[in-house]
């Protein structure tokens, strides 16, 4: 059984940047991955653009250097790939891990391929396995999707896309674009108001002049084979459908959050116990990095503003260590 410092759960930007910081500093470290490097990003839509500019997505000064102001999905991907293997970062792909126990000041991580022990564990799992579902009748049809891909899947298709932020609408947007006849559903009595700037006014313009169609204050009440029926102002609707795209975000997995021993906060926002300063939760040694801290308020934190926690939580260790080795 291999004994490290650290181990950090999840191989995302965020993972990616605790694990150079700790090399950094000379610190032992694994990162295990369920995926491949950057999974999340590597599952975005194919053509998707950052609202980030590129060195607001930098980590540790490395230079992104990107072709336009703001990069896309291939760039971050290039990016934090060659970080990655530039640096020969100690990371273990494919690989889950399904539980963390502590005993004797001593951490137990168990993956579906190996069981390590640490002193620390750093917990950088984001938020994109699991949709927020709709839980309505038909979701579980195979034409309904609460990830996209590529537009070109949807060409003359009549597609219903549900939600109003940044997904739903690039979605939206693009598919059109390609062909499809798409229609918009939105909770709201408007498009997100944090859709990215250069974005927003193209939907609006394109709902303006009815070439998508949008229901506004509507929810889904169903989905069927051929059709959706959607609950209106107006009254129940139902339009024919070939597909749904349900684009109405993730959350943080807390049920593992829980098996670790993260208390969470009673709320509905389920906030994660964390110290601000150090990103060290409830339990003594076992940290958080990344946008994972934000619970179901998964807009608070982005590559952007969570990136500074690998240097803090590092610092953190290692000071913990200094005081330990004085008294
Ligand atoms: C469509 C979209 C666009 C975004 N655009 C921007 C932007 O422009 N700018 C910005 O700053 N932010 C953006 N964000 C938000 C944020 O930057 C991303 O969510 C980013 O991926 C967060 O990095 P992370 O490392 O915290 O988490 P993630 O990138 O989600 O990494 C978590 C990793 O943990 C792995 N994992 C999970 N569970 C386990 C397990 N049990 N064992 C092993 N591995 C596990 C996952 O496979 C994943 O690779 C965007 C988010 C989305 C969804």
């Keep these: 059984m291999e004994h490290f410092r650290?181990?950090?759960?999840?191989g995302g930007p965020i993972g990616i940047a605790c694990g150079l910081e700790a090399k950094k500093k000379g610190l032992s470290y694994v990162i295990i991955e369920k995926g491949p490097i950057v999974n999340s990003l590597f599952n975005y839509p194919i053509n998707m653009q950052f609202f980030s500019s590129s060195e607001k997505l930098e980590i540790d000064n490395i230079p992104f250097i990107s072709k336009d102001a703001k990069p896309k999905r291939n760039e971050a991907l290039e990016y934090y790939r060659r970080i990655v293997t530039s640096n020969e970062l100690n990371i273990h792909l494919f690989e889950r891990v399904q539980s963390v126990e502590k005993s004797d000041e001593v951490f137990r991580v168990v993956s579906n391929k190996a069981t390590y022990t640490s002193d620390n564990v750093i917990v950088a799992t984001g938020?994109?396995?699991l949709p927020n579902l709709l839980n309505i009748p038909g979701e579980h049809l195979p034409k309904v999707s609460h990830y996209y891909n590529d537009p070109h899947f949807y060409a003359s298709q009549k597609?219903?896309?549900?939600?109003?932020?940044?997904s739903a609408i690039d979605a939206?947007?693009?598919c059109w674009r390609k062909g499809s006849e798409v229609t918009l559903i939105i909770r709201g009595y408007e498009v997100g108001q944090?859709?990215?700037?250069?974005?927003r006014p193209d939907i609006i313009n394109r709902i303006e002049e009815g070439s998508i169609k949008a229901y506004y204050n509507a929810t889904?009440?169903?989905?069927?084979?051929t059709e959706i029926v959607i609950d209106t102002p107006d009254g129940e609707v139902i339009l024919e459908n070939d597909f749904v795209l349900a684009l109405t975000g993730y959350m943080p997995n807390f049920?593992?959050?829980q098996n670790l021993g993260i208390a969470l906060s009673d709320d509905e926002k389920r906030l994660p116990q964390y110290n601000p300063e150090t990103m060290e939760t409830n339990i003594p040694g076992l940290y958080l990095a990344g946008v994972i801290c934000g619970g179901m308020e998964t807009h608070k934190w982005f590559i952007e503003n969570s990136r500074i926690h690998a240097p803090m939580i590092i610092d953190a260790i290692k000071n913990k260590a200094a005081i330990t080795a004085k008294s």
Excluded: H, P, Q, T
């Design 255 to 257: 049920e593992f959050l």
């Design 220 to 225: 889904v009440k169903e989905i069927r084979k």
């Design 127 to 129: 938020f994109y396995d």
């Design 159 to 166: 597609l219903a896309v549900i939600g109003a932020s940044n």
């Design 194 to 199: 944090r859709v990215k700037y250069w974005v």
């Design 6 to 10: 650290i181990v950090i759960i999840g």
């Design 172 to 174: 939206a947007l693009e």
